[in-house]
């Protein structure tokens, strides 16, 4: 009977890792922090996740959001020497969507032509499908 039991618990267990295999993982970044660090640690983890398969999705807003503009550039972090910026463009390179809050260009008096190439304007709706996503995490920093 034990035996029976832990084998119904290893074919359940299996079934719901494939499930998950199936579905594919996703992960929604929403980064509103002004912090360098906080910027570049989610960048850091972004990265990883999407090294690891995830499908990584990010949202920048407020003052984060200077970081999908063209002239902006911060300084570099260490150990690895890279600003939040360059990680987020590895992470676009990779395929992950990068996209500005609805309120952060009219507000800090910029339009799209202002972003860099990748970065987008999110829409609400499709950013709350997105949240309410049962396969999809959400990370905010």
């Given at each position: 009977?034990?035996?029976?039991k832990?084998?119904?618990?290893a074919?359940?267990?299996?079934?719901?890792?494939?499930?998950q295999?199936?579905d594919g993982q996703?992960?929604?970044i929403t980064?509103?922090?002004?912090?360098?660090?906080?910027?570049?640690?989610?960048?850091v983890?972004a990265?990883?996740?999407?090294?690891?398969?995830?499908?990584?999705?990010v949202?920048?807003?407020?003052?984060a959001g200077?970081?999908a503009?063209?002239?902006?550039?911060?300084?570099?972090?260490?150990p690895?020497n890279?600003?939040?910026?360059?990680l987020?463009?590895k992470?676009?390179?990779s395929?992950?969507?990068?996209?500005?809050?609805?309120?952060?260009l009219?507000?800090?008096?910029?339009?799209?032509?202002?972003?860099i190439?990748?970065?987008?304007?999110?829409?609400?709706?499709?950013?709350?499908?997105m949240l309410m996503?049962?396969?999809?995490?959400?990370f905010?920093f």
């Amino acid at each position: 009977m034990k035996m029976i039991k832990i084998a119904l618990l290893a074919l359940l267990t299996s079934i719901s890792f494939l499930t998950q295999a199936e579905d594919g993982q996703k992960a929604l970044i929403t980064l509103t922090s002004e912090q360098q660090q906080t910027r570049g640690m989610a960048m850091v983890l972004a990265n990883s996740m999407q090294t690891q398969g995830v499908q990584v999705d990010v949202l920048l807003c407020d003052s984060a959001g200077d970081m999908a503009l063209q002239n902006y550039q911060s300084m570099p972090l260490k150990p690895k020497n890279v600003t939040p910026e360059q990680l987020m463009q590895k992470l676009i390179k990779s395929g992950a969507s990068v996209k500005v809050c609805a309120l952060y260009l009219p507000n800090a008096g910029k339009n799209k032509d202002a972003l860099i190439e990748g970065v987008s304007v999110a829409k609400p709706p499709e950013m709350a499908k997105m949240l309410m996503a049962p396969n999809t995490k959400v990370f905010n920093f």
